[in-house]
């Protein structure tokens, strides 16, 4: 990677933090205040489309657990089809889930992943893609999310 596109990354994310968590979103993007029950929204400073996190923890529920409990609340958003959830870690090494909505025209319009500390402490991320066009760009920006991700 050259200098000049190391650089142009360092300046298109900047890093939130909060007394529980940080990462780092879109240049430009604004994060919402907390709701009573943990959630923020990720929103562009123009257009559609959003990311998320929310917290939850300590817990010991399994990813199995876990799972059906956030498709409850997925499914009373919206339509869609659930994948089948992985199992992984993230790149600054915390346990993780991920697992997709597809929708009525077949693609993965709303994504998420969840990952836990090892005091069970546990986030969650979410993006949710407004047209497939956007598909690729948002993909790559919940990932950097994702990637960025630290657990206080």
Do not use: C
């Amino acid at each position: 990677m050259t200098l000049a596109i190391l650089a142009l990354a360092v300046n298109t994310f900047v890093t939130f933090e909060s007394d529980r968590y940080s990462f780092e979103v879109p240049k430009g993007w604004n994060v919402g205040k907390e709701t009573p029950w943990g959630a923020r929204d990720v929103v562009p400073g123009n257009g559609s489309g959003k990311l998320g996190a929310m917290t939850a923890g300590p817990t010991r529920a399994s990813w199995e657990e876990l799972y059906r409990t956030s498709l409850y609340f997925i499914k009373r958003e919206g339509e869609g089809k659930e994948t089948p959830f992985r199992v992984g870690k993230t790149k600054q090494g915390y346990e993780s889930m991920s697992f997709e909505m597809i929708n009525k025209d077949g693609w993965a319009d709303r994504r998420y992943t969840l990952l836990k500390n090892d005091a069970g402490s546990a986030l969650a991320l979410s993006v949710k893609i407004p047209t497939r066009k956007d598909e690729k760009q948002y993909a790559q920006w919940f990932q950097h999310m994702v990637d960025t991700a630290k657990l206080r």
